[in-house]
């Protein structure tokens, strides 16, 4: 079973920043693309970015380009989401999932496996 576990959640004032991880417990995490996703109360689960099985492509929500930066580490079967300048509609529980292949959606329904979500919350 892959069980993707998010830390490095909490509470930010805008301007500020954050560094989420999603890491997985499996041998062939560096075959799975990674995407982070997010949720705030009242709203639909949101794409906000995705990242390659081998890193080297990388995609972006337009509400978090250029503020946000996603990357990862197999050897540390990690993927990183750097989140800067952090605004109050950042504010969401943001989810990472996995999805075995070559292909890196921006489609929630096409990941497989996902974590239980870390809590983000931006002040004003």
């Known amino acids: 079973q892959v069980q993707p576990v998010e830390s490095g959640g909490g509470l930010v004032q805008a301007g500020g920043s954050l560094r989420l991880s999603c890491a997985a417990s499996?041998?062939?995490?560096?075959?799975?693309?990674v995407g982070w996703f997010r949720q705030a109360p009242g709203k639909e689960r949101e794409f906000v970015a995705a990242?390659?099985?081998?890193?080297?492509?990388?995609y972006y929500a337009d509400s978090v380009k250029g503020r946000f930066t996603i990357s990862r580490d197999n050897a540390k079967n990690t993927v990183y989401l750097q989140m800067n300048s952090l605004k109050p509609e950042d504010t969401a529980v943001y989810y990472c999932a996995l999805r075995s292949g070559i292909q890196t959606p921006k489609t929630s329904g096409s990941y497989d496996y996902w974590g239980q979500g870390t809590q983000v919350t931006v002040s004003s």
């Open positions: 499996i041998r062939t995490f560096g075959t799975y693309a």
């Open positions: 990242i390659s099985w081998s890193g080297g492509s990388t």
